[in-house]
């Protein structure tokens, strides 16, 4: 089973950058698609990111031109590079592999204080 471990969550001000790391447990890390979520209070949690194994990345909307994801393999660890926060962006974050299906973990809290 592929366990993701989500970290370097923190408050910041608006306008200022965090980088979350998300290290993967097992063998076939190199292979995984990884994505970020977030769930911030009272909502749903939502797509916020995606790297494929082959390098290809995706970004939600709400995120494009601020978020960078991105990987190492050699280190087992996917990264989310995150610029110009913003208030909005405030919510519990995590990573996860659909396929094989990691649990999901205890996530990283992000505020982002105005």
């Known amino acids: 089973q592929v366990q993701l471990v989500e970290s370097g969550g923190g408050l910041v001000q608006a306008g200022g950058s965090l980088r979350l790391s998300c290290a993967a447990s097992?063998?076939?890390?190199?292979?995984?698609?990884v994505y970020w979520y977030r769930q911030a209070p009272g909502k749903q949690r939502e797509f916020v990111a995606q790297s494929t194994s082959g390098g290809s990345t995706n970004y939600a909307d709400s995120v494009k031109g601020r978020f960078t994801i991105s990987r190492d393999n050699a280190k087992n660890t996917v990264y989310l590079q995150m610029n110009s926060l913003k208030p909005e962006d405030t919510a519990v974050y995590y990573c996860?592999?659909?396929?094989?299906?990691?649990?999901w973990g205890q996530g990283t809290q992000v505020t982002v204080s105005s």
């Open positions: 097992g063998s076939i890390f190199s292979r995984l698609v």
């Open positions: 996860k592999s659909l396929s094989p299906p990691s649990p």
